[in-house]
């Protein structure tokens, strides 16, 4: 989870209507720094009621970014959104071409008000300095818990149809432990993402996660706080 400090001041500056520079987003976990900026992006857009279309993502193909595509992608920013803000993403940077880099400078220096920029990339390697000058940069740490799990997504899909009797049976009734709750509110979060739903509660579950791992949570409660509210 994103530093509860940077939030803040995302929100402050734009409180007074001041521009926001580039926020590049550092971490040897690709996937949970990806992860993480999204659930920080989706945040800030529901403070201010801001739908969550206004997200402009470049995801990581794993491919190079061309310069016709970040042109393309850039564009967006010349039009006002009709909010305060809108957020532009970019996974992994550090698959620009020199082209590509070059191309969107002007973008990165002087976004507007109205636009806010995240970058992702595992370190400051292979990225541009005239990229790195104007950005600020916050380095992310923590590792990720277990990946996609088909029976939890299973009983999240009958939860998300109004048919919760099979989850609420299998955690009232098994014997389950810290980390297979942990994995079930972790599949609840990529459960969100990949399906558009329940994107109220994932800040809500993160912070929820931490305080298990981290305060002694009792996770049985929190799932069954879940398990009657998603």
């Known amino acids: 989870m994103v530093d509860n400090k940077i939030l803040q001041s995302i929100i402050n500056k734009i409180n007074k209507d001041e521009w926001i520079s580039p ?72 698959r620009l071409t020199l082209q590509s880099s070059n191309s969107c ?58 048919k919760p009797d099979q989850a609420l049976n299998y955690f009232y009734k098994a014997k389950i432990d810290k980390d297979e709750y942990l994995d079930f509110l972790w599949n609840i979060i990529l459960f969100a993402k990949k399906n558009f739903v329940f994107l109220d509660k994932i800040s809500e579950v993160e912070s929820d996660m931490q305080g298990i791992k981290q305060n002694n949570v009792v996770a049985k409660y929190v799932v069954d706080k879940y398990l009657l509210t998603l």
């Open 105 to 162: 400078l002007k973008f990165f220096e002087e976004p507007g008000k109205h636009n806010i920029i995240f970058l992702t990339n595992n370190s400051e390697s292979w990225i541009l300095d005239t990229i790195l000058s104007r950005v600020q940069t916050y380095q992310l740490w923590g590792k990720i818990t277990k990946q996609e799990n088909p029976f939890f997504q299973s009983l999240l899909t009958d939860i998300a149809n109004k």
């Open 23 to 94: 926020c590049l987003f550092l971490g040897k976990n690709m996937e949970l720094v990806n992860s993480q900026v999204t659930s920080l992006a989706q945040e800030l857009l529901q403070n201010y009621n801001i739908p969550l279309t206004y997200i402009y993502r470049l995801d990581d193909s794993g491919e190079k970014i061309k310069i016709a595509e970040i042109k393309s992608f850039v564009q967006h920013g010349n039009s006002l959104p009709g909010y305060t803000f809108q957020i532009f993403l970019i996974e992994n940077i550090s």
